[in-house]
């Protein structure tokens, strides 16, 4: 009964301010009164911080590290895991429908959403109508922590679905360099001039890697596009000089 009465002093505290004044610890113990009944979650909390040394890397661990904790069953293990692809989920869908980007910045804050907490390699193509709007973000294939392979032809045949005039090629690189690799690049120059042929404009590659971003077309891998998807592209291939985002950019050395 001590316990359903702190449990219930908990979520009265969360419908005041939805969180705001919750330490870390509190956020989880709240979470897993949801699938451990009648047990004082607070320790286990404070368990999981001190086991995975975050409260960040609580919810980016999979079900079967978070079950190797004492007391964190399967249900409890799923519910933890369920945070980071329900804020993927919602990322996507509040920026996407309908969503025309403006400008490079807007399209690379996109793309940074759709990899939050995912320590796979995944690649999505983004299909765009004639009017430059998104119509549909789908997930071409998903990997490993080093690598992810998808055939042209998956890719071609999403966007012939999805009736797509133009198209961004969209992965992840897990471990932190945003460069791409020479599989990376054969890709992109393979699609291109298959997807020249196909009078469908590839726009972009562009690879995610923590808060930075590589671009194929930014960083000059890619030849100009007869149509740029933004204006400011348009300009930056009169002035070369000009800086193309206002995201911030790291050089290889």
Do not use: W
Not at 66 to 71: I, S
Not at 125 to 142: G, M, N, P, Q, Y
Not at 188 to 195: G, M
Request: aromatic share 8%; glycine share 6%.
């Amino acid at each position: 009964m001590e316990h359903d009465g702190h449990r219930e002093r908990l979520r009265d505290r969360f419908k005041k301010d939805r969180g705001a004044g919750f330490a870390p610890h509190e956020l989880l113990e709240l979470l897993l009164t949801y699938a451990i009944p009648r047990v004082n979650t607070n320790p286990l909390a404070h368990q999981l911080i001190s086991h995975f040394g975050s409260f960040h890397a609580v919810l980016d661990a999979k079900p079967e590290e978070l079950e190797q904790v004492k007391g964190i069953g399967p249900q409890a293990a799923v519910l933890l895991s369920l945070f980071l692809p329900l804020l993927r989920q919602y990322n996507r869908e509040k920026k996407r429908s309908p969503q025309q980007f403006k400008s490079f910045g807007e399209l690379a804050d996109y793309c940074h959403t759709l990899f939050i907490g995912e320590n796979n390699e995944q690649l999505h193509l983004l299909c765009f109508d004639a009017r430059l709007r998104l119509i549909a973000d789908e997930v071409i294939a998903s990997g490993t922590p080093d690598q992810v392979s998808a055939t042209p032809r998956l890719i071609v045949q999403s966007l012939i679905r999805h009736n797509a005039v133009g198209c961004v090629l969209v992965h992840n690189h897990p471990s932190g360099s945003p460069f791409p690799s020479p599989a990376d690049i054969d890709l992109t120059q393979h699609l291109q001039s298959i997807l020249g042929g196909l009078d469908i404009r590839f726009y972009d590659h562009i690879i995610i890697a923590g808060h930075k971003e590589y671009s194929f077309t930014r960083d000059h891998l890619m030849p100009q596009n007869q149509t740029p998807l933004f204006e400011e592209e348009r300009e930056i291939s009169m002035a070369a000089d000009k800086p193309l985002i206002r995201i911030a950019h790291e050089k290889k050395t």
